[in-house]
């Protein structure tokens, strides 16, 4: 079946259209001695006759009509084809694998979904997880982009910010914390802290935040692997949290989680869409590395307030 190709479909099509063994060669631009060799050639290789020749021309046996038939599905799928790797090649069409750290799960489906509304034609997947799982999903090519906090170290990367991403620290509106200001870490080292499993960015930038400030784990049985069971932790009143600003914010409207005025808050780092640079991506990873570059900021919360303003600091969804 190897020795089966285009051509013997193209030998086909060409003598039912034109009728005659001499006007499919002038037709394809070949020799009828080539012509009948390609015929020959491919009944053959199915070891069936396809045409009869009589005094009105080339008629198709019916084999040869389900090759006829075969031969259109074949050129329909073939121009199918050519017009998929176009879309693609013009960044329009294609699959995309995009894999993001939990946090970015705040923003990062409405920003996905505009961008899919621009190329409706994606095949689109979605990863999410805490950091080393998405920058191992960039390292064995299972997505061609991230949404990370921390570009990665250990690979050759290229990497664009997107946007601001401050943190802050946050207790029930009960707390006796609430409404002190420029509260100290040495304070806060009196308090029950909740934080996220090591591997997570946001545990990077807790330990970098509180250095080597003695602090009270907190003494419950609660695994505490996601910002969601964080924040219901510090609402159940069971400790206070370094988390994301871009978490809260329906919380924070609610008056269901207060951000504490703490010196050195919020930290403020950044967002980056991050590929491999040892790795060409696709045209669409590059129209979604510009999307995100160029618009992606829109999505993120916004900040309004800080630690020394006139109230404690809030978080808001973006406008539309």
């Known amino acids: 079946m190897s020795q089966l190709s285009l051509r013997h479909f193209e030998t086909l099509q060409a003598i039912v259209r034109q009728g005659t063994l001499v006007g499919a060669a002038s037709y394809l631009n070949v020799t009828p001695a080539a012509l009948t060799a390609r015929l020959k ?17 080339m008629k198709l046996t019916m084999a040869g009509e389900m090759a006829l038939d075969s031969a259109h599905r074949i ?14 090649r013009r960044g329009q069409g294609g699959r995309l694998a995009v894999a993001a750290v ?26 999410i997880g805490n950091r080393d799982d998405t920058i191992a999903a960039l390292q064995s090519l299972s997505a061609e982009v991230a949404l990370t906090g921390r570009p990665p170290a250990d690979m050759p990367a290229e990497k664009a910010a997107l946007g601001a991403h401050p943190y802050v620290i946050v207790a029930p509106p009960f707390h006796p914390l609430v ?4 509260i100290s870490k040495d304070r806060l080292g ?10 997570s960015g946001t545990r990077s930038i807790f330990d970098y935040f509180i250095g080597d400030i003695t602090l009270h784990r907190a003494q419950v049985g609660i695994e505490l692997g996601s910002n969601e069971t964080i924040k219901q932790a510090v ?11 871009h978490t809260i914010a329906a919380e924070v409207q609610d008056g269901r989680l207060r951000c504490l005025d703490v010196e050195g808050l919020p930290i403020i780092r950044q967002w980056f869409v991050v590929n491999r640079a040892d790795r060409e991506i696709s045209p669409i990873a590059q129209a979604f590395r510009a999307f995100v570059t160029e618009r992606g900021a829109h999505f993120l919360p916004r900040l309004i307030g800080g630690h020394r303003d006139e109230r404690p600091l809030t978080v808001l969804p973006p406008e539309e």
């Open 75 to 88: 050129e329909r799928e073939a121009k199918d084809f050519l017009a998929r790797m176009a879309t693609i």
């Open 235 to 245: 609402m159940a009143g069971l400790g206070v949290a370094l988390i994301s600003a």
């Open 102 to 127: 939990s946090t970015a799960k705040y923003f990062a489906p409405r920003l996905i979904a505009a961008f899919t509304r621009e190329h409706p034609n994606i095949d689109l997947r979605f990863l």
């Open 41 to 57: 050639a491919l009944e053959d290789l199915v070891g069936l006759k396809l045409f009869d020749r009589t005094s009105g021309g």
């Open 179 to 182: 409404g002190e200001r420029a």
């Open 190 to 199: 009196q308090e029950t802290f909740l934080f996220r499993e090591q591997g």
